[in-house]
């Protein structure tokens, strides 16, 4: 089963619960991960199960750039806010550059989502699936 984190900044979280209800059919056959607020406030308004790190910037960001370290991540939908600072910007930066290193597709704005999601109906995620232990 694929595995995917959605995570998205409070600007964004909007965005990333429409795009959860759209898709919802298909983002209940992978094993969904997040960050604590955006997990919540997607299992709020859908009927998908999440598991839920730490919230952002308490960590969550880190929790799954070490998931994405143990290839443990297929696929990594970010909806970061490009126009507010974070105070965790280094742990944002280290968790898109752990999906460069280990080859993880990721998805920063809706539109790439989109084609990403569309992908993953298409079954072009099947060199990910299977790939090495999955915990
Ligand atoms: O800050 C985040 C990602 O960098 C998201 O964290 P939350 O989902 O807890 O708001």
């Not at 983002?27 to 960050?35: E, N, W």
Request: net charge negative; with cysteine; aromatic share 6%.
């Amino acid at each position: 089963m694929l595995h995917i984190a959605l995570i998205a900044h409070d600007r964004k979280k909007e965005e990333m619960v429409n795009f959860a209800i759209a898709y919802e059919t298909i983002l209940a056959q992978a094993k969904l991960f997040s960050t604590g607020t955006t997990g919540a406030r997607i299992m709020e308004q859908t009927n998908l199960q999440i598991h839920r790190f730490l919230s952002g910037p308490l960590g969550g960001d880190q929790q799954i750039g070490a998931r994405i370290a143990e290839d443990q991540m297929d696929l990594v939908i970010f909806l970061r806010d490009p126009l507010m600072a974070q105070p965790h910007e280094p742990d944002i930066i280290a968790l898109l550059r752990l999906c460069d290193v280990h080859n993880i597709p990721v998805a920063t704005n809706l539109a790439t989502a989109e084609v990403l999601i569309q992908g993953l109906r298409a079954g072009f995620f099947g060199w990910r699936d299977g790939l090495g232990e999955r915990k």
